[in-house]
C-alpha cells in the first residue's frame, strides 16, 4: 500500500534554530517528491519537487534531501523565523496520484 | 492576481440540507480538484477534473458531487450533508494535467460543520 509517513507529529523549537523534518514514504513506482508549507487556515503553497535523480534541492533557508534507495526525504529549516511556524507535508507521487502525509506542525517560539 | 477563490470560507448547517461550495480559477488551468482535510490525516481528494466536461472519482468520492461547465469553475455540490462531512475542503488547480508532474496551486480553504 503506498503510503508517506511524517515525523515528528509537533516540533517546537527557539527562533533562529535549526531542524530537520522527516519523510519516509513506501510509494511504488516513483515519480517525484514535494514539499508544502500549510499556514494555519490557508491552503498548502509548494516549497520544492524533487525527482528520482535529484537528491537536494533548496529554496531559500528551505533545503529538502531525498534518498530515493531508503525512501526517505528530509527537509531541513535554518535559522528559523516566527513565519515559518506552519505544517509542512511531504508528498509522493507514483505517477497518476498524490500520496499526502499528514504533516508535521512546527511552532517556532521567540 | 492568480488565485484560486473558494466560497463560502465558513459555512455552519444542518443534516440533510443541501449547500455547493464554490471555487473558480484565474490562471486558464487545465486540472481543478477538491481536498479534503481532516485532523490527523493527510489531504484526500474528493475529485478531479482534467478538463471541461471531464470529471473523475478521487479517494473519497461519496456523498459528494462535482461539474465542470466552464474551464475555471469547479464546483463542489454535498446533495444531503451528514456530520461525516464536516472538514476543511481545499479546491487546487494546475496548469498541467499529468498529476505526478502538476504543482498544485490552493485556494484558501472552507471549513464545513454539519450539525
Given at each position: 500500500k503506498n503510503q508517506v509517513e511524517q515525523s515528528p507529529q509537533s516540533l517546537i523549537i527557539l527562533e533562529g534554530k535549526n531542524c530537520t523534518l522527516q519523510c519516509n514514504y513506501t510509494v511504488s513506482p516513483f515519480?517525484?517528491?514535494?514539499?508544502?508549507?500549510?499556514?494555519?487556515?490557508?491552503?498548502?503553497?509548494?516549497?520544492?519537487?524533487?525527482?528520482?535523480?535529484?537528491n537536494t534541492k533548496s529554496n531559500g533557508r528551505y533545503t529538502a534531501t531525498l534518498d530515493a534507495d531508503t525512501k526517505q526525504s528530509s527537509l531541513?529549516?535554518?535559522?528559523?523565523?516566527?513565519?515559518?511556524s506552519a505544517s509542512y507535508i511531504c508528498v509522493v507521487s507514483p505517477d497518476y496520484q498524490l500520496i499526502w502525509g499528514a504533516g508535521t506542525k512546527l511552532i517556532i517560539k521567540p | 492576481e492568480a488565485q484560486v477563490t473558494q466560497n463560502p470560507r465558513y459555512l455552519i448547517t444542518?443534516?440533510?440540507?443541501?449547500?455547493?461550495?464554490?471555487?473558480?480559477?484565474?490562471?486558464?488551468?487545465?486540472?481543478?480538484?477538491?481536498?479534503?482535510?481532516?485532523?490527523?490525516?493527510?489531504?484526500?481528494?474528493?475529485?478531479?477534473?482534467m478538463n471541461v466536461e471531464v470529471t473523475d472519482k478521487g479517494d473519497v468520492p461519496e456523498g459528494?458531487?462535482?461539474?465542470r461547465k466552464e474551464k475555471r469553475n469547479f464546483p463542489l455540490i454535498l446533495?444531503?450533508?451528514?456530520?461525516?462531512?464536516?472538514?476543511l475542503y481545499f479546491c487546487a488547480s494546475s496548469l498541467q494535467t499529468e498529476v505526478g508532474a502538476n504543482v498544485l496551486t490552493f485556494g484558501a480553504g472552507s471549513r464545513l460543520t454539519v450539525l
Open positions: 515519480s517525484n517528491l514535494r514539499w508544502y508549507k500549510q499556514d494555519t487556515g490557508r491552503g498548502p503553497v509548494s516549497l520544492t519537487i524533487m525527482t528520482f535523480s535529484e531541513h529549516i535554518t535559522a528559523s523565523q516566527l513565519s515559518d | 444542518v443534516t440533510g440540507k443541501k449547500l455547493t461550495v464554490t471555487c473558480s480559477q484565474n490562471m486558464n488551468h487545465e486540472y481543478m480538484s477538491w481536498y479534503r482535510q481532516d485532523p490527523g490525516l493527510g489531504l484526500r481528494q474528493i475529485y478531479y477534473s459528494y458531487k462535482v461539474s446533495e444531503s450533508p451528514s456530520p461525516n462531512q464536516t472538514s
